[in-house]
């Protein structure tokens, strides 16, 4: 037998067996599989070990891979959109404070400075899996502090994908060299805006066309298949694997079964995931925790202080109260998963020593432990801090956050150069992008047949244009969807200088990308080049017909962006964003709405959300009335405020259950060929009586001088002889017997 099997089978049944340990002690099943891990690896031997670490290790790499994909199916760009400033503030903080105190923490134990970095690369990043197990524990999920918690975690998981590919990029030479940082990144930005574009425009829209042939098997063929190929371009790019693998995720979020992808791939998610973790605990040896457990508890300590302190320190940044910032921060004080990629990854480009692992993984396991502690002593903490200062000082303490936030709110000029900067890349980028494909491989097809004569070029040259003409119209023509530019034109006469020179800048960026497409097909002088320059700009600017195809391609574009799940998206004004919210809820099929009309369930349960749109397999059921019912399996869109929202959820996850001790009988087929004296001799056929007398259902009858079955009714007057089919509870029909 080939030993992954045997091995595969050994961490499965151990991880097993610890997981279900662990679920009992109500601990985070990730330490389960680190514990699993740690048991069946090489450096535990009184219990069974796994012969070859290099195979379970390759298998773990693939959790990786579906736990990132995972990651991204749950992430879209509305969720950072809804995320606001307060999110990108706690995070930055946190980001620049751990990066600091990895870096000191680590130069004071005596460790290299790419240790050290990495290792503030790995204090940066929080648990979700664990604060989420938390937060269920401790009943909170729905507190409105926790949804400041979930959105700071949207947001360090964008920062841990960048960690995972920028890190490497400063390390592996081991020197800094500023210059070739900031290409990898611009190749890197260049590499994820051409994704997202490209992805946004045409896979929703593929899957849209589609969807009548994606049937379950179909879609989970066609979703793994998807990332994995993102996921062979990432690594031949040179850029880290996980990262295709979330980026395909992410763009699948954003089709209309999105949801079913989810179902349908996370048994394959946590499947290897698992595995994951247990290599994780594989590598652990006790002997060098014991070693280096002076190393472990500084670390942890730093974490559980640190971590805490700058993520409230983010909050009140962003205008929270202190209330609201120190309980959402004390949430944040434990690593987790980003963390054991971070330090693999290090250790797989051998820029890291290897006492590291067992260290990190140490730190992961106390700080997951502390962790509900830790969020149950945020209130007695503000409690303490509040009753203890001096009444100015709770006159300060209370007015924190009250006063007028100004964080999500925007001068003209501001929102005009966001807009500028925006378009200005993503039309550049593109116009890069289409100019590098063709010259490189369009251009080198066509000269590979037809030669690299002179009209040749110049056909090449034109096709090359026509591709590029959508984007620099766009690039030219399109200023801001929200009127601003013309807006302070008009209003501010003395801001046309700064206009002007923004116009400038586009018809620089348009001229230089011509020149350059030019320069590849046609060597021409300074002047020509100018003129050709003019001629073709003036066209492009002028042509409808151009201006047609590139809103063909932004309104398909926008309409797959704004929307969620492929369908049209609810826009809220921005005054009631703050009050009411959209959520979606699945109807489990013992839910107690299920088989209820919306308005029973707004009557029994009072909730005040109210469900704008229900999804049943491939129907839409838009702003439903009140007397359509609830069917098991819906997805219901509803919306309301925090209260409405938590109490119809509730609603939506109370289960029926009539009686909780009853356990089912074991229902069973028997035949039973009656004889003179039997108690059923004589008896009429009819079912209901039959049941009702002897317990079981008499499901048909054979005469002795027939073969075959008939149907009882009360007609039917069962003899001696007769042989009877019945269904009924193995013990009542032995009795009857």
Avoid at 46 to 65: D, K, L, Q, R, Y
Avoid at 493 to 521: C, D, E, N, Q, W
Wanted: glycine fraction near 8%.
């Amino acid at each position: 037998m080939n030993p992954l099997f045997s091995d595969l089978a050994l961490i499965l049944v151990v991880a097993g067996v610890v997981t279900i340990i662990f679920k009992k002690l109500k601990q985070p099943l990730v330490l389960g599989y680190i514990v699993a891990g740690a048991l069946a690896g090489p450096y535990i031997t009184f219990i069974p070990t796994i012969s070859n670490v290099e195979s379970v290790e390759f298998w773990g790499n693939i959790g990786v891979i579906f736990l990132l994909f995972g990651l991204g199916l749950e992430f879209n760009l509305k969720k950072i959109k809804k995320v606001g400033g307060a999110g990108f503030m706690t995070v930055f903080t946190e980001v620049i404070v751990m990066f600091s105190v990895g870096i000191l923490v680590g130069r004071l134990l005596g460790w290299t400075w790419v240790t050290s970095i990495f290792l503030g690369g790995m204090l940066s990043i929080s648990s979700t899996s664990i604060i989420i197990k938390a937060f269920d524990d401790l009943g909170i999920k729905n507190k409105k502090f926790t949804q400041l918690v979930f959105g700071a975690l949207v947001v360090e998981d964008l920062v841990a994908i960048l960690i995972l590919v920028v890190l490497p990029a400063i390390v592996v030479s081991k020197t800094f060299d500023g210059l070739d940082l900031a290409m990898k990144i611009g190749n890197l930005a260049l590499f994820l805006l051409l994704w997202f574009t490209v992805g946004i425009f045409t896979i929703p829209t593929l899957f849209k066309k589609f969807k009548h042939y994606l049937s379950d098997e179909t879609l989970i063929v066609v979703s793994l298949g998807l990332c994995l190929m993102m996921v062979v371009i990432t690594k031949n790019a040179e850029i880290s694997e996980a990262l295709g693998a979330f980026v395909m995720g992410s763009i699948l979020s954003g089709t209309q079964q999105s949801e079913r992808i989810i179902k349908l791939t996370k048994p394959i998610k946590d499947f290897f995931g698992a595995i994951f973790f247990v290599s994780v605990g594989m590598l652990v040896d006790p002997v060098a925790i014991w070693q280096y457990l002076p190393q472990i508890l500084v670390i942890s300590l730093a974490i559980i202080i640190a971590k805490p302190l700058a993520a409230t320190l983010g909050l009140l940044f962003s205008g929270q109260t202190l209330k609201i910032a120190l309980l959402s921060g004390v949430c944040l004080c434990q690593i987790g998963e980003f963390s054991f990629i971070i330090v693999q990854m290090g250790m797989e480009k051998d820029v890291i020593a290897d006492y590291l692992y067992p260290i990190i993984v140490s730190v992961s396991v106390i700080t997951t432990f502390i962790t509900p502690y830790w969020v149950k002593l945020g209130e007695p903490l503000y409690n303490a801090i509040y009753n203890n200062v001096k009444p100015q000082w709770q006159v300060v303490i209370s007015s924190l956050g009250t006063g007028k936030k100004t964080l999500d709110r925007e001068g003209d000029w501001v929102k005009l150069l966001k807009s500028y900067a925006t378009r200005v890349v993503i039309y550049g980028s593109w116009l890069l992008f289409v100019n590098l494909f063709f010259t490189q491989f369009i251009y080198s097809y066509i000269t590979d047949y037809f030669g690299k004569d002179l009209p040749v070029r110049i056909i090449s040259f034109i096709l090359n244009l026509l591709i590029m003409a959508p984007f620099l119209w766009a690039l030219l023509r399109r200023k801001d969807s929200d009127g601003l530019f013309d807006k302070i034109w008009n209003d501010k006469k003395f801001a046309r200088g700064p206009l002007m020179f923004m116009m400038i800048i586009k018809y620089l960026i348009a001229v230089i990308a011509i020149s350059i497409t030019s320069s590849k097909y046609v060597a021409i002088g300074f002047s020509a080049g100018l003129m050709l320059c003019a001629f073709i700009i003036v066209i492009v600017s002028l042509s409808r017909k151009i201006k047609g195809y590139y809103s063909i391609i932004e309104n398909q574009f926008l309409t797959n962006l704004r929307s969620e799940g492929g369908q049209k998206s609810i826009v809220m004004p921005r005054e009631l964003t703050e009050e009411l919210h959209i959520e979606k809820i699945e109807v489990e099929p013992n839910s107690y709405i299920a088989g209820k009309t919306i308005s029973e369930i707004h009557r029994n349960k009072k909730t005040g959300a109210l469900t704008i749109q229900i999804r049943r397999g491939s129907e839409i059921i838009d702003l439903p009335k009140n007397d359509q019912t609830i069917f098991p399996m819906d997805y219901l869109v509803i919306i309301g405020t925090d209260q409405q929202v938590r109490d119809f959820r509730e609603a939506a996850e109370e289960k029926i259950c009539h009686n909780k001790n009853y356990v089912p009988l074991e229902m069973e087929l028997f035949q039973l060929t009656l004889t003179e004296g039997s108690p059923l001799v004589g008896e009429n056929g009819n079912i209901t009586h039959i049941r009702e007398k002897y317990g079981i259902l008499l499901f048909g009858l054979e005469h002795p001088d027939t073969n075959s079955l008939i149907r009882t009714t009360s007609a039917v007057t069962i003899s001696a002889g007769d042989t009877l089919w019945i269904v009924g509870e193995k013990h009542l029909v032995e009795n009857l017997k």
